[in-house]
């Protein structure tokens, strides 16, 4: 009865956190907000319904040790993914929310030769003797 219990808890928990991620590449107003959207809210309602497989499978260690790789595997590459795909879409041209308040990206990217320069060093990280 409780297994059963902490089961639909955490699969309910975790589609509801789906729903979520679904909600927010819809209403969100550009691509790298959609992208922070769906690898959080995506990667946990995905976790949550992992785990709520593993209590109600708990008998069977090898579902079990499958639902983990599940979630190291999602936990992962999620924001890996996100990451990739938003750059991309960045470098592509694809335009930022006119709202955005600093793009950092921009005074360091070459639109000649498409390449991504390092940081600025701050006068923090210079050496004094």
Do not use: N, Q
């Not at 959609?34 to 992992?50: D, E, Q, V, Y």
């Amino acid at each position: 009865m409780m297994t059963e219990l902490i089961t639909s808890f955490l699969l309910l928990l975790g589609a509801f956190l789906m729903l979520l991620s679904g909600i927010g590449i819809m209403r969100m107003p550009d691509l790298l907000t959609r992208m922070h959207a769906t690898s959080k809210a995506g990667a946990l309602g995905i976790g949550l319904m992992a785990c709520g497989y593993m209590v109600f499978y708990s008998a069977e260690t090898s579902l079990v040790v499958r639902a983990l790789a599940i979630i190291v595997f999602v936990i992962v590459t999620a924001p890996i993914a996100a990451h990739v795909l938003g750059r991309a879409g960045y470098f592509v041209g694809i335009e930022l929310w006119d709202r955005t308040v600093k793009d950092v990206i921009k005074e360091r990217y070459d639109l000649k030769t498409r390449r991504l320069g390092s940081a600025p060093k701050s006068r923090d990280d210079e050496e004094t003797y």
